[in-house]
């Protein structure tokens, strides 16, 4: 009965983060007009809940293999398969894209895309680590909005180019980080 429960649980949970993980490659797919793409800033470089459960999965199958036998081997390895499948929609997810009609903050969210025509202004600021690009631009309900992009320094220039090309080379200097970051917020 405990093994036909778990390995009920194991079959949805894969099923789920399949889906998940399909949804996400056509969600990447639909994109258009690449010009450039990087993998989104996450802890450790790693997408941190799908981390977090795998090795959730890997402590518990080492303590309950020992303390309930009658759980199978194939039920952990089941759920360690979905949470290589959500870790893989995860890294996926995160990406930024940038296009030739704008740019996709996370491919796992398109209802953030900013198109090039929305942004009024933008400008840099740099700090020892990275460089993070702050453009200002109006949403469809008229509603300013800010988007702060962290640019990986092996993409900085190809980035400017591409800025230069869409919204051409009038830009702010690249301010230093302010001591606090309402500063930057106009609070």
């Given at each position: 009965m405990?093994?036909?429960?778990?390995s009920v649980l194991v079959?949805?949970?894969?099923?789920?983060?399949a889906l998940?993980?399909?949804i996400?490659?056509?969600?990447r797919l639909?994109?258009r007009?690449?010009?450039?793409?990087?993998?989104g800033?996450?802890?450790?470089g790693?997408p941190?809940?799908?981390?977090v459960?795998?090795?959730f999965?890997?402590l518990f199958m080492?303590?309950?293999?020992?303390?309930?036998?009658?759980?199978?081997?194939s039920?952990?390895?089941?759920y360690?398969a979905?949470g290589l499948?959500?870790?893989?929609a995860m890294?996926?997810?995160?990406?930024?894209?940038?296009?030739?009609?704008?740019i996709?903050?996370?491919?796992?969210r398109p209802?953030?895309?900013?198109?090039?025509?929305q942004?009024?202004?933008?400008?840099?600021?740099?700090?020892?680590r990275r460089?993070?690009?702050?453009f200002?631009?109006?949403q469809?309900d008229?509603?300013?909005?800010?988007?702060?992009l962290?640019v990986p320094r092996l993409?900085?220039?190809?980035?400017?180019?591409?800025?230069?090309?869409?919204l051409?080379d009038?830009?702010t200097?690249?301010l230093?980080?302010?001591a606090?970051?309402?500063?930057?917020?106009?609070h």
């Amino acid at each position: 009965m405990m093994s036909t429960i778990h390995s009920v649980l194991v079959f949805a949970f894969l099923g789920v983060t399949a889906l998940l993980l399909a949804i996400t490659v056509m969600q990447r797919l639909r994109i258009r007009g690449v010009r450039m793409e990087w993998r989104g800033h996450m802890p450790f470089g790693l997408p941190l809940w799908p981390t977090v459960f795998m090795g959730f999965v890997a402590l518990f199958m080492v303590f309950a293999h020992n303390a309930y036998p009658e759980i199978g081997f194939s039920v952990y390895l089941g759920y360690l398969a979905g949470g290589l499948l959500w870790f893989a929609a995860m890294v996926m997810a995160s990406g930024v894209v940038v296009t030739d009609y704008g740019i996709v903050p996370g491919t796992g969210r398109p209802g953030d895309a900013v198109a090039w025509s929305q942004i009024n202004d933008w400008f840099e600021v740099r700090d020892a680590r990275r460089t993070t690009f702050v453009f200002i631009y109006n949403q469809y309900d008229d509603r300013r909005r800010r988007l702060d992009l962290v640019v990986p320094r092996l993409h900085e220039s190809r980035f400017r180019h591409v800025l230069a090309q869409k919204l051409g080379d009038e830009t702010t200097p690249p301010l230093r980080t302010p001591a606090e970051r309402k500063a930057m917020e106009g609070h």
